[in-house]
């Protein structure tokens, strides 16, 4: 029997920007349906981006999505039991999913960080994943260094 794929959602864009790419990423930063405080959050993060950037002509949303470009990972590993031990297995993430998961990433480590309010860890994590520092860009790079490191075991593919 063929495999029945998802259908792909639809984003609505959101008010400030026009963006649907916003609203997925606001989607993803909303704990318990409170849709407008995570937009109020990521509006006032982008206030602040324009705000931190000095001789920068790019906009806070350009900025954004650079910083996004910037965290996303293109392999992940995967563990996989074989003869008695874990193997952990290189697999190449789909475009969609390596959105996603760069967009949780950027929140995660952003949750992480020191700053008083949430717009203010937000508004730095972004502002340092687009100059390619930064934690989510570490982390990013340790999920590559693991996947090359075990880059032998790649012909085991699920």
Aim: proline share 3%; hydrophobic share 35%; with cysteine.
């Amino acid at each position: 029997m063929k495999k029945k794929y998802k259908k792909q959602k639809k984003y609505a864009p959101d008010p400030k920007f026009n963006d649907p790419f916003v609203t997925r990423f606001v989607n993803h930063l909303m704990k318990n349906g409170k849709k407008n405080l995570a937009y109020r959050i990521f509006y006032n993060a982008m206030n602040k981006i324009d705000e931190i950037k000095n001789k920068e002509k790019k906009s806070s949303l350009d900025i954004w999505k650079e910083g996004l470009k910037n965290v996303t990972p293109y392999v992940e590993v995967k563990s996989r039991r074989m003869g008695g031990a874990n193997i952990q297995i290189p697999i190449s993430i789909s475009s969609k999913n390596r959105v996603t998961k760069a967009m949780k990433l950027l929140i995660k480590c952003s949750i992480l960080r020191k700053e008083k309010s949430m717009s203010n860890k937000l508004a730095f994590e972004i502002w340092e994943a687009f100059q390619g520092q930064g934690e989510s860009v570490k982390r990013k790079d340790n999920i590559h260094k693991m996947a090359e490191a075990n880059k032998a075991f790649s012909h085991f593919r699920f």
